[in-house]
């Protein structure tokens, strides 16, 4: 079996995790027989200055994207850009129009802590002993951030009024719920579907779309939640969770909130999904979800762990190598239950050992 990928690594840190990765996913294709093809091209900030500032999104970029079966992200940004318009700099000018081109309309976030990892969580240990394992399936393209009329308008009597309009359609609600109900079946078979049903017409329509989309998936458990009360309850009881589903502002917000409560950002992937194709695989996009991190960049002291768990990911959803899948995530646990920790994660307890971005990737590769 043959893919095609295209790498993307981006500003700060992200060529140097990306480093890592491509030699985890070296590793494991030799060992399960499969052959990856890639070719690296520029986004972001990088993109900006090799092209004199004029677009963080290269039209190279894109059809090198537009050829592939997944593309592989780094991370983009930095105070060196900053300054520039907004629709240039590198976020809003290269991840939005990204996700917009290839409809990308469903982001795989998960979060988790890992037994060994419970000391680094905020989260007191008492509540998580066994760690957990929680995944937000988050609707991408629509809601508060992408309906229409967006406005800043100074009314007659001087006052100032913006307005953001949120909007969903019923297929958009059924296509993201319809990608949680299939991962919540590959992994507890719960399904916690969080809403402000209570107050939005948009989640009343939501929970009874989902309602709906349930009745053919008769095997996974489904329960409602409002979005506060499944903010409070994600401190509280974390271990909880399995899988949940939401909107594009919920998401953002809860996704975050999950990323906090598992110990560091520096573990933690995520995944872009585009339409299913016939095979059952999706386009997508595989990312870490931390940011550049421009503080640490060069110093080779960066977590390569999310980079790589996202390799995992882009294995499992868009190249259907699930067994090359597994078997990164059982290496990183095995690492990461021998102690070798970056500084994100190191505490100085009995059994850790500091180690830099590849020695942690070494280790990886050799747990394979």
């Given amino acids: 079996m043959s893919h095609t990928i295209t790498i993307l690594s981006g500003d700060g840190i992200g060529p140097e995790v990306m480093v890592e990765a491509l030699k985890v996913l070296d590793a494991v294709s030799e060992k399960f027989s499969f052959k990856v093809s890639h070719s690296e091209h520029l986004v972001g900030g990088a993109a900006l200055d090799g092209t004199n ?4 999104l290269p ?3 894109i059809t090198a994207c537009e050829k592939a079966d997944a ?15 907004p629709d240039i700099q590198p976020e809003r000018g290269a991840l939005l129009p990204l996700r917009k081109h290839f409809g990308l309309f469903a982001n795989l976030r998960p979060g988790s802590c890992h037994p060994s990892l419970t000391h680094a969580s905020p989260v007191k240990n008492e509540l998580i002993p066994d760690g957990f394992d929680v995944l937000c399936v988050r609707e991408l393209t629509g809601g508060i951030y992408f309906g229409q009329p967006k406005s800043i308008t100074t009314l007659p009597d001087g006052d100032i009024e913006a307005i953001d309009t949120m909007v969903y359609r019923k297929s958009e609600i059924e296509r993201i719920a319809r990608v949680a109900f299939t991962a919540a079946m590959g992994r507890d078979k719960r399904l916690l579907s969080v809403d402000k049903a209570n107050v939005l017409q948009n989640s009343v329509l939501w929970r009874e779309t989902v309602i709906e989309v349930s009745k053919d998936f008769p095997e996974v458990e489904l329960e409602h939640m409002y979005v506060d009360n499944a903010a409070m309850q994600l401190v509280k009881r974390p271990a909880s ?15 975050d909130e999950m990323a906090m409560i598992s110990g560091s950002l520096g573990m933690l992937p995520s995944a872009s999904l585009g339409k299913v194709k016939d095979d059952g695989l999706y386009f997508g996009m595989y990312e870490p979800s931390g940011g550049s991190a421009p503080d640490i960049a060069g110093q080779g002291i960066a977590n390569p ?6 390799v995992s990911m882009m294995l ?3 190249l259907g190598e699930i067994a090359a899948a597994d078997a990164i995530d059982a290496a990183v646990q095995k690492v990461i239950d021998s102690g070798l920790r970056t500084g994100d994660i190191f505490t100085g307890a009995e059994g850790e ?4 971005t590849a020695e942690i ?8």
């Fill in 53 to 56: 500032n004029e677009t963080p």
């Fill in 59 to 61: 039209q190279e970029t």
């Fill in 71 to 85: 593309i592989l992200f780094g991370s983009v940004g930095g105070p060196k850009w900053e300054n520039l318009p």
């Fill in 241 to 255: 969770f399995d899988t949940l589903v939401t909107g594009n502002l919920f998401g953002d917000i809860l996704s």
């Fill in 305 to 310: 762990i999310a980079q790589i768990l996202s």
């Fill in 316 to 318: 499992r959803y868009s």
């Fill in 353 to 356: 050992t500091k180690a830099n």
């Fill in 361 to 368: 990737g070494a280790a990886i590769i050799a747990s394979l």
